[in-house]
């Protein structure tokens, strides 16, 4: 089930929910992890990083390696066994050492990076659940808070005194005053006051 929505901004609020099956309680947790499994979630992103055999292997991928893998080939073509041996020797314990720094790294990066995930609110099953921002679908009602991260595209449904910071959208350092309402497709994202 595909979303054709491309100007939500300028359809009426219970069109769009319908277009998304969804309504104003929320998805069920059964109809938000059908969606998430089917691909609909566009933030969600790829596993970075690759298994430990594959990070091992690209340790020796970089050209002065693979020279020095030439230089191997070279001294035993030669009958230098002892010199191949020695740079053998020497790109092993480098190949090792890179291994062991990189994968320690990416471990630290990978929990770092748990600690600091952003989580929102959204209406699921009409109840309240904080959800990181990597599980939002088409079809999440978000609920904000005062000093709350915008962490989609959104339809403004219900609000009180919402003022949003879109400096780094416009440049605009003063927040600005939003509400919900049916704006045109070509209305510019600076002179929006309805969303």
Known sequence: MAYPIQYFWAMPTEDVLKVLHSSREGLSNYEAEKRIKAGYNSLRTKKRGCGAFE?????????????LFFAI???????????ALIILTIILISGLLGFWQEYGANNAV???????????????????????????????????????????????LES?????????????TFPVEK????????????????C
Request: charged share 20%; proline share 5%; glycine share 8%.
């Open 110 to 156: 990978s929990k770092l990076l748990e600690l600091v995930r952003i989580k929102t609110h959204v209406l699921r099953d009409g109840k309240a659940v904080e959800i990181g921002v990597d599980e939002i679908i088409p079809g999440d009602i978000l609920l904000l808070k005062a000093g709350a991260i915008i962490p989609a595209d959104c339809l403004i």
């Open 55 to 67: 990070l091992f292997i690209s340790q020796f991928k970089s050209p002065i390696i693979l020279i």
């Open 179 to 194: 509400q919900g309402g049916v704006l045109t497709p070509e209305t510019p994202l600076g002179q929006t006051s309805y």
């Open 160 to 172: 009180n005194s919402l003022n949003i910071d879109e400096a780094t959208l416009t440049g605009e």
């Open 73 to 83: 080939i070279l001294s035993f073509f030669l009958r230098d066994t002892v010199d």
